[in-house]
């Protein structure tokens, strides 16, 4: 299982993975952290990320960025609607009504619905993952803004499923970030400590967050979070563009925002200009050159004047940072720091107001731009059993009060109920109880319209069916988990129906339900709630009184049931059988299954044609490399092995070449390019061989010498009678003799020839044959001359250091005959030593 973590930022995405060493976060195939949340589209492929981004002016209708906020939305939606002004590309209405983005690709025009846009990032996220692991990734963590609603969180998990990714959890990138303060922390309070309090501040490209954290050992608690999801650095971009669109119009007359490519070029500058001001109080100039209808631009600005024009976004910063303290009733003194995160949160006059609200110098302990990647990391870690992380159980919240709705069976209209208050724990499970007759739906939604940043409350409708009432005619009791996932997702995962059984003749009956009143009060506990079990368990006792609540809401029947009997007499026991109910979802937005099987199938079809697309364009690279390589070459280091007749060929082919892949060859099919290359080469490479042969061919010759000429010197050394050699057998080495003699001859007679031979032509003797005759010689002679010394019977009193090194020349590794030791080696040995140090022949 791969551990992996990804933000997914409305700008830039980090991908963090773990590894043994640790949570790393790991760069693209540019060598660069951070990814461009980009996609551009191609005649022929698509290129996603640090590449669609240096296409966002060249191909700007076609180049998609600032998506992350289209999810989960109906084309009709005011945010989209107010969004098609400031991006170039176009967007469009789905068949199912949400977003869509219209572009030119594979020479079409295609609409790609957003959760295919996000996919397709991903995709390129994981392939960056999967380099940096050198294995497949699927399972990981994905971050999302903590205020992202029901149908804007199942949209990015549609995208994750698209790109192939099994996303265990959705991750509030607020909450990742707590994560990655947190767990490193060594001295946080004891679990029943007063917990220390953290303020966490997020500001990105598109929004504005901040949490509030209660830390202990081995655990964190999200208290409570606020936002604001119009304020990041792309408002400060656009305050910048708009004010330069106003000036360039009055200065240069130009209407900036009819030309896409000017107001993407404008976007970049502003840009810059405004993180130039991070860092520096004086004017500071704009110039753009060749800006629009050949016309060079050039302003200035400084903070000041920045601040002074964006007061407006400036006084935003206090109010969520307000809802925080006033949701918690913590006062500033309860602050332990206040840690500011996300890449907007460099905008001094940001820091400041943040700072002078909490009265507080800022912590920036946490990297800035990576914090949120690297808690999507550790939690991925922490939900895999093949890591092992320290314990830490972490508690969300849930940022929204979600209400039920249904028809009441007294026909008193519709009924109501909060059941998952504001800032109320997630992940988090609840059992409902209803006594009906027939099947029943439940209508799910956000009951404060007002704090949503989105323009529609509504959750989904849950249909239970299968309600029949029971065998004595009374009302059913019918049981409904509802739950708050690990994504953050609202869903109803189970029903049931408590069947009541009659009881066989003569058989006593028993209880096998807990007594209704129980049962209707208790709340369960998800189990898939990780390690956040212990603080879960504290809340169910407040709990109880909202299901009480409800119940006495849901129930007219059981008033009915409970009349039946006097207070006072003891319950009959019943048996009873559960029945699980099916449950038809309709959820706001959500992608029909088929939908996203087309979708998946569509991503691995465009997989492949980029991958198709790219071993063309390296074949055709290939065959440009080799010319211009060849080019050079042919009056450099290759000119001497090469005649003029056939260099002036080879030229003149080299140079129709670079013209072709101009013109005819600019666009061709991979085989073809494979072709040209081979045809190239055809001619190029025989001059190379000889180039390598020449260049290797004296180093191969130096070899063999140097070998002959050690065999030489052990058939000398036996023939004065050394001692070294004096158990070798005559035979053998006069063998040796002749074959060094006759190698010897050989190699001299091959010298001879090449040195007559032109190096315009084929070599009189390869670099091959030399080597063979070295391997000849090493096999033929190599047994004789290292065949070991018998050995000597030793002194009995010096028997105690027989297996110990002699003279420290033991050498483990050596053995008769291993290549690696150098020749000559016998000259020096001790002839104690002689098993091991005998001479040994190098080979290649
Ligand atoms: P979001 O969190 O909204 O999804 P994101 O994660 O892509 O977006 P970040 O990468 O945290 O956003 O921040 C990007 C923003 O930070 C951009 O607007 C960028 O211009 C701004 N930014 C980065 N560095 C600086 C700086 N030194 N001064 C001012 N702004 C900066
Ligand atoms: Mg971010």
């Known amino acids: 299982m791969s551990v992996v973590g990804f933000d997914v930022g409305f700008q830039s995405c980090y991908v963090a993975v773990a590894r043994a060493g640790g949570i790393e976060t790991v760069a693209n195939e540019y060598s660069d952290r951070s990814t461009p949340a980009c996609v551009s589209f191609g005649p022929r492929n698509r290129s996603i990320g640090a590449a669609a981004k240096s296409q966002v002016v060249s191909n700007c209708t076609n180049t998609v960025q600032g998506f992350k906020r289209f999810h989960g939305r109906a084309y009709t939606d005011p945010y989209i609607q107010s969004s098609k002004p400031s991006v170039v590309y176009d967007l469009a209405q789905m068949p199912s009504g949400t977003t869509g983005i219209k572009v030119r690709y594979m020479e079409e025009e295609k609409v790609f619905s957003i959760e295919q846009v996000t996919g397709m990032l991903l995709t390129k996220l994981k392939e960056t993952a999967e380099s940096a ?8 963590v994905i971050s999302v803004p903590s205020f992202f609603t029901d149908a804007e969180r199942r949209s990015v998990i549609d995208a994750a499923q ?6 265990l959890r959705l991750m509030n990138e607020t909450t990742a970030v707590t994560l990655a303060y947190g767990i490193y922390k060594q001295d946080l309070p004891a679990p029943e400590e007063k917990p220390r309090t953290v303020v966490f501040v997020d500001v990105g490209h598109s929004a504005y967050q901040v949490s509030v954290c209660a830390f202990n050992k081995g655990k964190l608690k999200i208290l409570a979070t606020a936002f604001d999801s119009e304020l990041g650095g792309k408002a400060f971009d656009e305050f910048l563009v708009n004010h330069f669109c106003e000036e360039f119009a009055k200065k240069y007359k130009l209407d900036v925002k009819t030309k896409p490519k000017a107001l993407v070029r404008l976007y970049q500058e502003c840009e810059k200009l405004k993180k130039l001001m991070s860092a520096n109080c004086s004017d500071l100039p704009l110039n753009i050159e060749c800006f629009m209808n050949d016309i060079d631009v050039s302003a200035k600005l400084n903070r000041g004047q920045f601040e002074e024009m964006c007061a407006g976004l400036l006084a935003r910063v206090e109010a969520p940072l307000r809802s925080v303290m006033e949701q918690t009733k913590l006062k500033k003194e309860d602050i332990y720091a206040v840690e500011i995160v996300g890449g907007a949160s460099r905008i001094p006059a940001i820091k400041e107001r943040v700072s002078k609200f909490f009265g507080k110098e800022l912590s920036t302990t ?3 731009d990576e914090a949120v990647a690297r808690g999507c990391a550790l939690q991925c870690a922490i939900l895999s059993p093949a890591f092992k992380v320290r314990e830490f159980s972490i508690t969300d919240v849930t940022p929204y009060p979600i209400s039920l709705k249904w028809n009441s069976a007294a026909e008193e209209g519709l009924s109501d109920c909060e059941v998952f208050p504001k800032n109320h724990a997630a992940p988090f499970s609840k059992v ?10 439940l209508d799910a939604y956000y009951n404060t319209p007002k704090e949503l940043p989105y323009p529609d409350p509504t959750i989904g409708q849950f249909m239970i069916q299968n309600v029949v009432p029971q065998a004595s005619g009374e009302s059913s009791k019918v049981k409904v988990k509802v739950r708050i996932n690990v994504h953050g997702v609202f869903s109803v995962s189970s029903a049931s129906l408590v069947e009541v059984l009659k009881p066989a003749e003569g058989e006593e009956p028993m ?20 390690k956040a079990q212990g603080d879960n368990q504290k809340e169910n006792g407040d709990k109880k009184s909202e299901t009480e609540d409800m119940e006495t809401t849901t129930e007219d029947a059981k008033q009915e049931k409970k009349t039946d009997q006097p207070p006072q007499a003891k319950k009959p026991k019943v048996k009873t059988k559960i029945v699980e109910l099916p449950i038809d979802n309709s959820l706001h937005w959500q992608l029909a299954n088929d939908t996203l099987n087309l979708f998946v199938e569509s991503e691995g079809k465009m997989i492949m044609q980029d991958k198709l697309e790219k071993e063309r364009n390296d074949a055709k690279n290939n065959v440009e490399e080799y010319v211009y390589e060849m080019r050079g070459k042919l009056h450099g280091a290759l000119e001497k092995f090469v005649g003029e007749a056939d260099r002036d060929t080879f030229s003149l082919k080299l140079e129709d070449t670079e013209n072709w892949l101009y013109e005819d060859g600019e666009d061709q099919q991979k085989q073809v390019y494979i072709d040209k290359l081979a045809e190239l080469k055809n001619l190029g490479q025989p001059i190379q061989d000889r180039y ?15 070998q002959i000429q050690q065999y030489m010197k052990v058939v000398e050394a036996y023939k004065t009678k050394e001692e070294l050699y004096d158990h070798l057998d005559e035979a053998d080495v006069d063998k040796v003799d002749k074959l060094a003699s006759d190698a010897m001859i050989w190699m001299n ?14 070599p009189a003797v390869k670099v091959t044959e030399i080597q063979a005759k070295i391997k000849e010689l090493f096999s033929a002679c190599n047994p004789v001359v290292s065949k070991p010394k018998p050995k000597v019977e030793p002194p009995k009193e010096e028997k105690g250091e027989q297996n110990g090194p002699v003279n420290g020349q033991e050498d483990p590794d050596a053995q008769p005959g291993s290549p690696e030791k150098t020749p000559g080696a016998a000259d020096t040995a001790h002839p104690e030593t002689a098993e091991k140090k005998l001479p040994e022949m190098d080979i290649d």
């Open 133 to 140: 692991l050198k294995k497949p990734v699927a399972d990981c």
């Open 162 to 167: 698209i790109a192939g990714l099994n996303c």
């Open 366 to 368: 946490l990297n800035a």
């Open 432 to 441: 409902l109880t209803f006594y009906r007759r027939e099947p029943f739906s």
């Open 511 to 530: 209880e096998t339900e807990p007594a209704a009143k129980e049962e209707e009060s208790k709340m369960q506990v998800d189990p898939d709630q990780q």
């Open 692 to 706: 390598m042969e020449a260049e290797e061919r004296p180093k191969a010759f130096d070899h063999l010498g140097k």
């Open 749 to 762: 007679s091959k010298m001879n020839q090449q040195s007559k031979q032109n190096l315009t032509l084929e």
